[in-house]
């Protein structure tokens, strides 16, 4: 099992940044590929960025690709979204996800990912 706690939400001004959290608990943390998605209000779920178990490959969204890069540190069992350059369109509920051990692919699929977090709100002013 692995749960999640997500951190780092805010309210942000367009072209600013933020920094999103994840830690999770479990003893197979590191060993879980990591997903960050999001969802707008009225809008599906979407993907955003996901890393595997080392942190030596990442994927990304088209939209976030160069602004959104993310990291995790499996000595402190979290994984981080640093979101640059932010824009309007940015803002959602950003939650994050853990593929079950395993699983060492990356897929852009919510129904992929078998644990969650509950989400933090990132609102971004124009």
């Known amino acids: 099992q692995v749960q999640l706690v997500e951190s780092g939400g805010g309210l942000v001004q367009a072209g600013g940044s933020l920094r999103l959290s994840c830690t999770g608990s479990?003893?197979?943390?590191?060993?879980?590929?990591m997903g960050w998605f999001r969802q707008a209000p009225g809008k599906e779920r979407e993907f955003v960025a996901a890393?595997?178990?080392?942190?030596?490959?990442?994927n990304y969204a088209d939209s976030v690709k160069g602004r959104f890069p993310i990291s995790r540190d499996n000595a402190k069992n979290t994984v981080y979204l640093q979101m640059n350059s932010l824009r309007p369109e940015d803002a959602a509920v950003y939650s994050c996800?853990?593929?079950?051990?395993?699983?060492?692919?990356?897929?852009?699929?919510?129904?992929?990912?078998?644990?969650w977090g509950q989400g933090t709100q990132v609102t971004v002013s124009s």
């Open positions: 996800a853990a593929r079950s051990t395993g699983l060492a692919s990356f897929t852009t699929a919510a129904q992929g990912y078998g644990y």
């Open positions: 479990g003893r197979t943390f590191s060993q879980n590929v």
């Open positions: 890393i595997n178990w080392s942190g030596g490959n990442t």
